[in-house]
Structures are given as C-alpha cells and as structure tokens.
C-alpha cells in the first residue's frame, strides 16, 4: 500500500506563493495519476488540480487555474503544487492522492491513497 506525505504549508500573506511536496513510498508511484484536494473549515473536500503519469496532462480547478502549477518528478516519487497569488479562499487543508484507476478524474471517490494532509493558511 502506497504511503503519501505532504509538505510545504504554512501561513502567507494573500498574494504570496507557496509549493507544496507530496513524496511516494512503499508502492508503485510512476504509472498512477495523481491529484491534490483541499478541505476548507465547514467545507466538503474539493478537486485541486491533477496529472497523468507522464506528467503532459494537468487538469485544473477553475478556481485556481492560471494560478496554481502542478508537476511531479517520477525519479523521486514526488509531485508538487505551486501556489502562487494565493488568496484567503485558498485557506485549506491539502490532501495528495493516488488515483485508483486510470483517465482523468476529478472525483475524490475514484482517488484511493490519500496524505494525512497539510495546513495552507492565506491571510488578507
């Protein structure tokens, strides 16, 4: 079973940037394709941004597009989210995952390896 961590949150002022890490172990990270979610106090868990294995396919929220950039390195069983020009409604906590199957998806159902989570807090 693949353990995933997340990294890289903290607190930021609206208009700063933030990366986020999210590091692969034990199982098979290079062929999956991966997502991050978010969950705001009071909120549901909402689709972030994805990418295919390769890494030439991303998929983004609109509500982050032209805003956040997701990569992965397959070589280090990593992928990332940079954050720029945060702002308050970014405030959440973000969750890497392992899709279970394969195609796109932007349905936290069909994503079967979740992180523990990082906090990301953006203050106006």
């Known amino acids: 079973q693949v353990q995933l961590v997340e990294s890289g949150g903290g607190f930021v002022q609206a208009g700063g940037s933030l990366r986020l890490s999210c590091v692969a172990s034990?199982?098979?990270?290079?062929?999956?394709?991966m997502g991050w979610f978010r969950q705001a106090p009071g909120k549901e868990r909402e689709f972030v941004a994805a990418i295919d294995w390769s890494g030439r396919n991303t998929y983004y929220a609109n509500s982050v597009k032209g805003r956040f950039i997701i990569s992965r390195d397959n070589s280090k069983n990593m992928v990332y989210l940079q954050m720029n020009t945060l702002k308050p409604e970014d405030t959440a906590v973000y969750y890497c995952?392992?899709?279970?199957?394969?195609?796109?998806?932007?349905?936290?159902?069909?994503?079967?390896?979740w992180g523990q989570g990082t906090q990301v807090t953006v203050s106006s």
């Open positions: 995952a392992r899709r279970k199957g394969t195609g796109y998806s932007d349905y936290e159902g069909d994503f079967g390896s």
């Open positions: 034990r199982g098979t990270f290079g062929t999956y394709y």
